[in-house]
């Protein structure tokens, strides 16, 4: 008799101990999610941060001679890929158009 009581008090204590464990370990699991959430979250802000940057700089006028060289660049980078566009929309170009990245005129 004196077994079965000790074994009833024994009981809830152990499984007391064994939750507490397994609390401890969740939240110590939890933590450490979190953290590298919050690192990929710092490294995206970054990068947010570097494109918002460069579009900003990005706010000199060219005119169509310096859009065409940078053409001309990628185009020869990329010689396989590009097919002629023949339409008189591309011809029509005026040499003379400036063109502000920033505000679009």
């Not at 079965?4 to 110590?28: D, E, M, Q, S, T």
């Not at 700089?57 to 001679?65: L, M, R, V, Y």
């Amino acid at each position: 008799m004196n077994e079965i009581v000790g074994i009833l008090l024994i009981l809830p204590i152990a499984v007391a101990i064994i939750f507490c464990i397994y609390f401890i370990f969740k939240v110590i699991q939890f933590v450490l999610v979190s953290v590298k959430l919050y690192k990929k979250m710092v490294k995206r802000q970054d990068a947010m941060i570097k494109i918002l940057l460069d579009i900003r700089d990005q706010t000199k006028q060219f005119t169509q001679e310096d859009l065409d060289n940078e053409t001309e660049e990628v185009l020869e980078e990329n010689s396989d890929e590009y097919q002629p566009d023949n339409s008189t929309e591309a011809n029509k170009i005026d040499e003379s158009i400036t063109f502000c990245y920033h505000c679009g005129n």
